[in-house]
C-alpha cells in the first residue's frame, strides 16, 4: 500500500454492523459491531473460522443484505437505508462479486456469462463483449470464449466467474472464498490471478479466506472474531510469499511446498 493509498479516502467503510438471527427463543448474534475501512487499491483479507459470519458480513458490504444496526458506506454514501431501487443501482455501479460456487449460466458459453449481467444492465452489445473478451483473455482464457461451463475445468468456470464480476468496472470486489472449491494447486493459481487482475485494474477488494497462506498475499488481514473486525497478521502462519531472495517479479515466485 502506498502513501498515496493512505490519504485517500475510504471506498468502503462499515460502521458498527450487527446482525442476529433468530435460533429457537433466543437469538444467534453473528455480527456484534463489526467496522470496517478499505481504500482505493486496497486488497483486504476476511478471516474466521467456519461459522463466524464472513458470508454474512460480505452480503451486508455487498448490498445483498440489511443489517440490524449500523452503517454501509460505498464512496462515501451510506446505503442501508437507501430504497431497493438504488441499493440495486449502488451494487450495479460500484461492486463485483465473486462466491466460492462459481453459478455460472449452464446453457451460455463462457463470453456470454461474462457478458450477459452488461447486456442486462444496458451496455451495447459490442461494448459488452469486448469487454468480456479483454477480461476473459488476461484471465488465460481467450483460446475457451465459446465453450460452455461444463466445457470448462474447475478452475477455469472460476476465472469466467472472477470476470463476470469484474466486467461492470466495479470499485470494488467482494469475494467469498473464492477459490474454496478448487484443488489446492488450481486455488493457488486461480487466486493469484485473482489478485494480479484486482491490481491491474487498480480495485479494491475484500476477499473471505480461511487459507492463511492466500491471505498473507493481500495487503492486511481482518479477523472476524466475536462478531467484530481486529487486525490481524496473517503471514504468522507459515512463511511468507516472498523470501528476501525471491526474484522481485512477483509472477516469477520459486516453487514452493505444496498446502498441507
Ligand atoms: N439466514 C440465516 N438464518 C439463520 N442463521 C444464519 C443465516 N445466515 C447465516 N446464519 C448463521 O450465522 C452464522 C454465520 O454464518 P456465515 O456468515 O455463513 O459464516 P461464515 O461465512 O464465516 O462461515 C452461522 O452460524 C450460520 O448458521
Ligand atoms: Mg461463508
Do not use: W
Request: charged share 25%.
Amino acid at each position: 500500500m502506498s502513501d498515496k493509498t493512505m490519504d485517500q479516502r475510504p471506498i468502503l467503510e462499515l460502521r458498527d454492523i450487527t446482525r442476529s438471527f433468530r435460533e429457537g427463543e433466543g437469538a444467534l448474534r453473528i455480527l456484534r459491531g463489526a467496522s470496517l475501512q478499505i481504500r482505493p487499491g486496497e486488497i483486504v483479507a476476511l478471516i474466521g473460522p467456519s461459522g463466524a459470519g464472513k458470508s454474512t458480513l460480505l452480503h451486508i458490504a455487498g448490498l445483498l443484505e440489511r443489517p440490524d444496526e449500523g452503517m454501509v458506506l460505498l464512496g462515501g454514501i451510506d446505503c442501508v437505508d437507501l430504497p431497493d431501487r438504488e441499493r440495486t443501482y449502488m451494487r450495479r455501479a460500484e461492486l463485483g462479486f465473486v462466491y466460492q460456487a462459481h453459478n455460472l449460466l449452464p446453457e451460455f458459453n463462457a463470453l456470454e456469462n461474462v457478458a450477459m449481467p452488461e447486456l442486462i444492465a444496458g451496455t451495447p452489445k459490442q461494448d459488452a463483449f469486448a469487454e468480456a473478451t479483454r477480461l476473459l483473455t488476461l484471465l488465460g482464457l481467450g483460446e475457451r470464449l465459446l465453450h460452455l461451463p461444463t466445457e470448462l475445468s474447475g478452475g477455469e468456470q472460476q476465472r469466467v466467474a472472477i470476470a463476470r464480476a469484474l466486467a461492470n468496472h466495479p470499485r470494488v470486489l467482494l469475494a467469498d472464498e473464492p477459490t474454496g472449491n478448487l484443488d489446492p494447486k488450481t486455488s493457488k493459481m486461480v487466486f493469484e490471478e485473482l489478485i494480479h487482475l484486482v491490481r491491474r485494474e487498480g480495485l479494491a477488494a475484500l476477499i473471505a479466506t480461511h487459507n492463511l497462506d492466500l491471505a498473507a498475499k493481500m495487503d492486511r488481514a481482518l479477523v472476524l472474531h466475536e462478531g467484530k473486525l481486529v487486525e490481524g497478521r496473517p503471514a504468522q502462519a507459515k512463511p511468507a510469499i516472498k523470501t528476501p531472495t525471491a526474484d522481485p517479479d512477483e509472477d516469477q515466485d520459486p516453487p514452493r511446498a505444496p498446502f498441507a
